[in-house]
């Protein structure tokens, strides 16, 4: 059964970069798209982007400019790199694998704080 | 780009039946899919392809599409089916994923 798992800093200073990985186990990474989703605290849900096991990438326009997911196949990590952040981007970033546009399963989610 | 609507709560009473709805253009063509996410925990996929049911997902989650709504119906609603509820779809034409706004779900 595959499990993925969130790490990384929990907290981030503005406009400084924010760094998270997530680790999948008990299955490869290959074959399928990898994707980060985020939650603002008491907000709802907010797709990021993917990666797919290509290494094509597709991001939500409002974030474009300042994130990149990536993928590392040797390791069976993917990972997000968010520049210039802000308080607004405070929330639970979760990891999901995203196969036949199912979104399952999810890792446990880390918060990433921002700070002035 | 795509917007899903949904009705910021819904309440029921233990043992009745929850309808919560996810308003979108055409929705009824594209495969909707619903996360249940309880307090301080990861959502949890309960309903995809608009009706069918992971496993461990109980029976009383059932779900349909068509039109301009999707539904979600949780039927015999137990306390602790408390929860907000997202639905979800895959927008091809912009090639995102797209959720609604969410549904707080309370079993008075």
């Known amino acids: 059964q595959v499990q993925l798992q969130e790490s990384g800093p929990g907290l981030v200073k503005s406009s400084e970069t924010l760094s998270l990985t997530c680790s999948v186990s008990?299955?490869?990474?290959?074959?399928?798209?990898w994707t980060w989703i985020r939650q603002s605290p008491g907000k709802g849900l907010e797709w990021i982007g993917y990666v797919s096991y290509r290494g094509i990438t597709k991001y939500v326009p409002s974030l474009k400019s300042r994130v990149t997911i990536s993928l590392d196949t040797s390791k069976n990590q993917f990972s997000l790199r968010m520049t210039s952040v802000t308080a607004a981007d405070t929330a639970v970033y979760y990891c999901?694998?995203?196969?036949?546009?199912?979104?399952?399963?999810w890792g446990q989610g880390t918060l990433v704080t921002v700070s002035s | 780009s795509y917007v899903l609507t949904q009705p910021p709560s819904v309440s029921v009473a233990p043992g009745e039946t929850a309808t919560i709805t996810c308003g979108g253009d055409n929705i009824g063509n594209r495969g909707v899919h619903w996360f249940q996410q309880k307090a301080g925990q990861a959502p949890v996929l309960v309903i995809y392809n608009d009706r069918a049911r992971p496993s461990g997902i109980p029976v009383r989650f059932s779900g349909s599409n068509y039109g301009n709504t999707a539904t979600l119906t949780i039927s015999s609603v137990e306390v602790e089916d408390e929860a907000d509820y997202y639905c979800e779809v895959w927008d091809m034409s912009s090639d995102l994923v797209v959720f609604g706004g969410g549904t707080k779900l309370t079993a008075l």
């Open positions: 999901v694998r995203l196969r036949d546009r199912i979104l399952e399963p």
């Open positions: 008990g299955g490869s990474i290959s074959g399928y798209y």
